[in-house]
């Protein structure tokens, strides 16, 4: 029976790689605000919150993860292409979305917001008074990020109301330019312009006018997933399913926000 021995060790390491193989995910994490993307370690506002779900979610599949920060644009991209298994860029499902790449089930509930500094605010403010209006902007430089919905309904409003596109490819840099004036406006999730005031003094800039989720700027989130891979599919959906079973999607929501998602 001894020189049976070797084959079979053999035999059941293959085996036991082949099964580390299939839990080893790659993750790519979208860079929102003002976390160090070069490190793969929790920050603040919805960068943190969605690694720390991403997290979460890989423990409960079983899956050991390698994270990455990329921008918005190469999520999707890389996702699309197979280098990563789970993309955390706060998607919307779309049906252009998804003739590339397949959907988890929904994690939350998405809106867009305009943000602005105060004066920018009262400069654009309706002459009747009340609220400024997304859908009655006129004459504004806004900056939404490449290749979101936001970008798309600009891009199909701009000519009509004389919208100037500022097109920028992450939401840390915005700050910068909207506090200088090069630009009136960003059109951006609500949840993604909140990480972003949030890392501001008060009173620099600020929600401007009301949320709107109409015009696909707003509805279930997602994490994007390869095409057609049933078993990463089926194993994020029901590690989502148990988060929010126990209670653990709300409390990691309750460390970082101070509202719910849902």
């Keep these: 029976m001894r020189r049976y021995f070797f084959p079979l060790v053999c035999a059941a390491g293959l085996l036991s790689a082949g099964v580390v193989s299939a839990a080893e995910w790659r993750v790519a994490l979208g860079v929102y605000d ?18 720390a779900l991403a997290r979460e979610i890989c423990r409960r599949a079983g899956a050991r993860c390698a994270f990455s920060s990329l921008e918005f644009k190469a999520i999707l991209d890389g996702v699309a292409q197979r280098d990563y298994q789970l993309g955390f860029g706060n998607f ?12 988890s089930a929904p994690v939350w509930r998405s809106s867009s917001r305009l943000i602005g500094t105060p004066a920018a605010a009262k400069r654009f403010a309706p002459e009747t008074g009340g609220e400024l209006q997304l ?5 504004a430089r806004v900056i939404t990020i490449s290749g979101t ?8 409003n701009a000519a009509a109301r004389s919208l ?8 840390q840099d915005v700050p910068a330019r909207l506090l200088a004036g090069e630009a009136d406006f960003l059109l951006a999730p609500a949840l993604s312009g909140y990480a972003l005031i949030s890392n501001l003094p008060d009173g620099k ?27 990463v599919q ?5 590690a989502i399913a148990s988060i929010r079973a126990d209670g ?4 990691i929501v309750r460390q970082f926000f101070p509202f719910s998602l849902d």
């Excluded at 859908?135 to 004459?139: A, E, P």
């Design 34 to 51: 003002q976390v160090n993307s070069q490190k793969n370690q929790l920050g603040g506002g919805l960068a943190g919150f969605n690694e």
């Design 92 to 103: 919307l499902r779309t049906p252009e979305r998804e003739q590339r790449v397949g959907f």
């Design 135 to 139: 859908d009655r902007l006129v004459g």
């Design 149 to 156: 919905a936001q970008y798309r309904y600009l891009q199909a």
């Design 164 to 171: 100037s596109i500022v097109e920028m490819s992450v939401l």
């Design 205 to 231: 800039l600020q929600f401007v006018g009301p949320a709107v989720a109409e015009h696909g700027l707003g509805g279930s989130v997602h994490i994007a997933l390869p095409k057609g891979d049933a078993s």
């Design 234 to 238: 089926k194993a994020v959906d029901q």
């Design 248 to 251: 653990t999607y709300q409390r």
